[in-house]
């Protein structure tokens, strides 16, 4: 059977999205690849075909993750004021449906307590991301005035994922509601974009 050009390419990109979502699901040890490449649709020899190891993949699964990440960073303040945008990011991230969607959400609270136990690529894409999603943040900050927005924009990230991760953790509804809605408000507050 003949393949058109792109199809190794989508190929890839399949492997990754499910890559992406088993390893924010289950964390990169519980990632097995003939389990990967059957969601895929795939064999597992084919997965040499694509990735030299599964520590390429997993490398490769959290570049992609943050790209995402970013990218809806960016749909989340585009044309906005930069206050605007900032309120609009964190109305989306410390909200229920961001809370509900591990298999896609950020990155940084699905990974963070695997990180250690990661190859050095995996980590150095890790770090790349996390990097890049804190120099937006702290860019909104500084267009807003602030003076240290470097310390305010991490401590804002750690807030961040520190909610959603406490979210997810408590088993009742209604208190992992409240604690978003909570949470929500004071970095709001804290922040000036009430």
Do not use: N, W
Not at 116 to 128: S, T, V
């Amino acid at each position: 059977m003949r393949y058109d050009k792109d199809h190794k390419q989508r190929t890839r990109q399949r492997i990754l999205d499910e890559a992406a979502a088993a390893i924010r699901a289950e964390g990169p040890d519980r990632v097995g690849v003939a389990g990967l490449m059957k969601k895929a649709g795939l064999t597992h020899g084919g997965f040499y075909a694509h990735f030299p190891s599964k520590e390429a993949l997993v490398a490769e699964a959290i570049g992609r993750m943050f790209g995402g990440s970013y990218g809806r960073f960016e749909a989340e303040t585009a044309g906005l004021s930069p206050a605007e945008g900032l309120a609009a990011y964190v109305d989306f991230y410390l909200s229920p449906r961001h809370r509900d969607a591990r298999d896609r959400g950020c990155p940084l609270p699905a990974l963070s307590g695997d990180l250690a136990r990661m190859p050095a690529e995996a980590r150095a894409g890790f770090a790349e991301g996390a990097e890049r999603l804190r120099a937006s943040v702290a860019g909104l900050l500084r267009a807003m005035g602030c003076e240290d927005a470097d310390s305010l924009a991490d401590s804002a990230i750690a807030e961040l994922v520190g909610a959603i991760l406490l979210a997810r953790a408590t088993g009742d509804q209604d208190r992992s509601d409240a604690l978003l809605a909570a949470s929500r408000a004071a970095l709001k507050a804290r922040l000036g974009i009430g």
